[in-house]
Nanobody, 126 residues
Framework: EVQLQASGGGLVQAGGSLRLSCAAS????????IGWFRQAPGKEREGVSC????????YLADSVKGRFTISADNAKNTVYLQMNSLKPDDTAVYYC???????????????????WGQGTQVTVSS
């Protein structure tokens, strides 16, 4: 059974940084795509940053380019989202998700993912 455990959210002032962690179990790195998504109140869930754990493609939303970085520790089966220069617009519940191999064009599409972790709240104050 695939399980994803997200952590690291919190309250931070604009311009600050947070690092989210997603601990994955029940899957083999190299065979899955794993990504970070977010959902703000009243808005649809959107892809933030996703990648194929076989070292292939990476997706990064335009709104976070230059500020957010996705990385992984394969030995720990953990994926990280380093978020710098945070803005109030980044306030949302952040989710990690996983799915067996996804083609590049679908990496940032929430409906492409089969497994979801619980969300972690990120609040950026102005």
């Amino acid at each position: 059974e695939v399980q994803l455990q997200a952590s690291g959210g919190g309250l931070v002032q604009a311009g600050g940084s947070l690092r989210l962690s997603c601990a994955a179990s029940g899957l083999t790195f190299g065979n899955y795509a794993i990504g970070w998504f977010r959902q703000a109140p009243g808005k649809e869930r959107e892809g933030v940053s996703c990648f194929s754990t076989n070292g292939g493609s990476t997706y990064l939303a335009d709104s976070v380019k230059g500020r957010f970085t996705i990385s992984a520790d394969n030995a720990k089966n953990t994926v990280y989202l380093q978020m710098n220069s945070l803005k109030p617009d980044d306030t949302a519940v952040y989710y990690c998700a996983a799915a067996p191999r996804i083609i590049y064009s679908n990496l940032g599409v929430p409906s492409s993912y089969r497994y979801w972790g619980q969300g972690t709240q990120v609040t950026v104050s102005s």
